[in-house]
């Protein structure tokens, strides 16, 4: 089993989650290969190559993007499809536009 974890602005989110939605492979209850697909806000405190994005927080003190963190756990064969999905939902053509990174998991206890 594995995690994907991608960063992704703000205005690519939606489209993300639409496809993984298309794809069938992340739809609940359908047995599908994806597991707990998470969407967190988060920011980022580094410049930005896009001025337009950045704002200031006011908890941190300094400029910041606001970008999205998707998370999901999914099995070993579907890794690349996912991250291919995701890396094409997500394009901006701008650089630093976000990462897709995969760790392994070791072991994984559904709670019921």
């Given amino acids: 089993m594995k995690e994907i974890k991608a960063f992704i602005r703000q205005h690519r989110i939606a489209d993300v989650l ?11 209850g359908a047995g599908a290969g994806c597991y707990n697909v998470t969407v967190s806000r ?3 405190p580094l410049a930005d190559a896009d001025p337009t994005q950045q704002h200031f927080s006011m908890d941190l003190a300094e400029a910041v993007v606001q970008e999205y963190k998707l998370e999901l756990l999914c099995a070993d064969d579907l890794v690349d499809t996912l991250m291919d999905l995701i890396s094409q939902a997500a394009h901006t053509g701008q650089p630093e536009a976000g990462w897709v990174s995969v760790s392994d998991i070791e072991r994984a206890v559904e709670i019921r």
């Fill in 18 to 28: 639409e496809a993984l939605r298309d794809s069938g492979l992340c739809n609940a």
């Fill in 42 to 44: 988060v920011q980022r």
